[in-house]
């Protein structure tokens, strides 16, 4: 489904993307279908379905939801996200290269590494906050480029319109994780990327309750390819999360902007905070990047990482387990405010080596600002800082 009102706002087309009333009953919400298989009036005569696997009325609404979103023509639902970042992987073959950020969520950086290199395919991990460094890993094998921006958990930004210009010609297609910004602050599709990626579990999902992951597209091919991967692992998600995540993306615009409000609060009260010695947020001004991110994003979003001045791993610790409305817990982007620590929880199976390069480091912190109220989260973190 591609967006056709795009001239409505992004909370309008939030709540209606995908979704029509049920036609046999005018039920406004679409339906839960719980079932593996449809009745046939003869062989090969159906109704559009023959069996869950392949789809499934509930998913097929918000695989048009995904679309609509990105402003693409064909959006898919994994039954994770790193099931998605694999679907895009699969269509890679032993002799292919890829160039990759080099600061990338820790799952997926494992499942390049540790699943797909003994497989044959090549990864250049590099700073992509420059193009340079991705033109300089271009080759003739490259087959794909993949980014991360805002980055997970440096929050860096790549520009994601020059690296898609540098493929121009090129036989690699650009896939972008836009699961930090969100589709209501950043399109990665309108970029000159082919293929979007999105942990839906995070901010679409948003309520902490679902498990999935989304792929959306415009190019009908790469669509083709990715949903004959689909069916044929069958790395779906059932229908009644599906319906969750449906209910989830209808208030994606209003919670996106108090994750906003409350990410920018935050962010500049810990800027200020003597304890805290740096802060990862791109919305500062003087971040790296920051005039591509206010170029190619709405806003700035509710990730912060950050520093203390002690940096010691006791320290960092303390702050972690002292909090009392942000809970200490892996994943983000739901409603509640989290907090965790990068190198000993998400990005644990990234090497020492590597964090330590990346600055990935014993001091960092990383929060995931919820829709709470912003003087909450402020003063819940200040006792945490003085603990």
């Known amino acids: 489904m591609s967006n056709e009102n795009k001239t409505q706002g992004f909370s309008t087309l939030a709540v209606h993307a995908g979704v029509e009333p049920d036609p046999g009953t005018g039920a406004i919400m679409t339906p839960v279908y719980m079932t593996s298989t449809y009745v046939q009036e003869g062989i090969g005569q159906h109704k559009g379905y023959e069996y869950s696997r392949s789809s ?15 402003g693409g023509q064909h959006g898919l639902a994994f039954s994770s996200g790193l099931a998605a970042v694999d679907a895009v992987m699969m269509t890679l073959r032993p002799g292919d290269e890829v160039i990759a950020g ?26 992509t906050q420059d193009a340079a460094n991705v033109a300089a890993a271009l080759n003739d094998r490259t087959r794909l480029v993949w980014l991360e921006t805002p980055t997970n958990p440096l929050m860096r930004i790549t520009d994601i319109a020059a690296v898609a210009q540098l493929l121009e010609g090129h036989s690699a297609k650009l896939a972008v994780d836009n699961t930090f910004a969100t589709p209501a602050l950043q399109r990665p599709l309108e970029c000159g990327a082919d293929i979007v990626m999105h942990s ?19 190019d009908a091919e790469t669509d083709a390819a990715l949903r004959t991967l689909q069916n044929n692992v069958g790395a779906i998600p059932g229908p009644m999360d599906c ?38 947020w791109p919305g500062l001004p003087g971040s790296p990047n920051h005039d591509v991110a206010a170029r190619q994003m709405n806003d700035f979003g509710g990730m912060i990482s950050f520093t203390l ?26 409603v509640e405010s989290l907090i965790e620590h990068p190198a000993l929880m998400t990005h644990a199976s990234v090497p020492a080596d590597q964090r330590a390069k990346l600055g990935i480091n014993d001091s960092l912190i990383r929060i995931s600002c919820g829709v709470e109220d912003s003087e909450d989260l402020i003063a819940d973190l200040a006792q945490a800082l003085d603990a």
């Open 102 to 127: 080099d600061d990338l969520y820790g799952g997926t950086r494992r499942l390049f590494t540790t699943h797909y290199e003994p497989l044959g395919i090549r990864f250049h991990f590099v700073d």
């Open 56 to 70: 499934n009325p509930t998913r097929d609404a918000l695989e048009a939801a995904f679309a609509a979103l990105e």
């Open 200 to 218: 839906v579990t995070k901010y679409l999902g948003g309520h902490s309750d679902v498990v999935m992951g989304a792929l959306m597209t415009k």
């Open 243 to 280: 319906f969750l995540v449906l209910r989830g993306i209808k208030t994606l615009g209003i919670r996106v902007r108090q994750h906003c409000v409350n990410g920018r609060a935050i962010a500049e009260w810990l800027a200020a905070h003597p304890k805290v010695e740096k802060v990862y």
């Open 309 to 334: 001045a002690d940096d010691s791993l006791a320290a960092s610790r303390k702050v972690c387990e002292s909090t009392k409305v942000f809970a200490l817990a892996e994943s983000l982007g739901g």
